[in-house]
């Protein structure tokens, strides 16, 4: 229960149980979900940017999830901010990585928050900065824009860095879809490290891929912004 994989039903709503003094009522369903080997999964340790009381940003790293499923959520950044938290809030996840990428989270701790963050993300609303260490030398800073599932996608590409192997690079996005970073530099020959799909060499690292900056203005013209500290960002 405590790992999210006990849930009811009452009627059309389905809820996790996390406590064994739940009263159910005549006609509740209870599922149980047991995977012996998804319950044993040790969740790595985020830690905590910023507590802005509605919302907080979370670096999330490599290996932790942002979604959890019907077999269990005790390895999200969502149920991490919970448990971590204090006071203890609800959390809503806003912004999602990959489980390999590592970065940047934003969690909202009301349904208001939640959506009023959701919005500036659907309306390209939020600036987003990413770093990479990606295979080879002699990239060019400019813009990709190839299509992604027949879909716009518009990445801007900054050399930070480069050393006799590898380059570091800085990548803001106007779009954002699925592996898009990822795509967009293997397409221009620079894969990044640890990309198990596109670089073609043995892997001894995890992916090499961070969100590295979110930026937007609040309810009220402030502007918000927050940047990985140094030495949470990949280097070469």
């Not at 809030?89 to 009301?110: K, S």
């Not at 770093?131 to 190839?146: M, N, S």
Request: proline letters at 4%; charged letters at 20%; aromatic letters at 8%.
């Amino acid at each position: 229960m405590q790992k999210g994989a006990v849930w009811y039903q009452r009627g059309k709503q389905t809820h996790r149980i996390r406590r064994q003094d739940r009263k159910l009522e005549v006609g509740d369903e209870l599922f149980l979900y047991y995977n012996p080997s998804v319950l044993a999964q040790i969740c790595p340790k985020a830690e905590l940017i910023a507590d802005e009381g509605g919302f907080s940003v979370w670096y999330k790293p490599s290996g932790m999830l942002s979604q959890g499923s019907k077999w269990s959520d005790h390895c999200t950044i969502n149920r991490w901010a919970e448990i971590q938290l204090q006071p203890q809030r609800t959390a809503f996840i806003v912004n999602r990585l990959d489980r390999a990428a590592q970065g940047l989270m934003l969690i909202a701790h009301t349904k208001s928050m939640a959506r009023f963050l959701s919005n500036l993300f659907q309306q390209h609303a939020i600036y987003k900065a990413y770093v990479a260490k990606v295979q080879g030398t002699g990239i060019k800073a400019g813009t990709c824009t190839l299509p992604i599932d027949d879909k716009k996608a518009v990445s801007h590409i900054h050399l930070l860095d480069t050393n006799t192997n590898n380059s570091l690079v800085k990548v803001e996005i106007e779009t954002g879809r699925k592996h898009q970073i990822r795509i967009h530099l293997a397409h221009l020959g620079h894969p990044i490290v640890g990309d198990r799909q596109r670089h073609p060499e043995p892997h001894t690292e995890d992916l090499a891929l961070a969100c590295s900056e979110l930026v937007w203005a609040d309810a009220n013209g402030t502007e918000r912004q927050y940047r990985l500290p140094k030495h949470l960002l990949p280097t070469l």
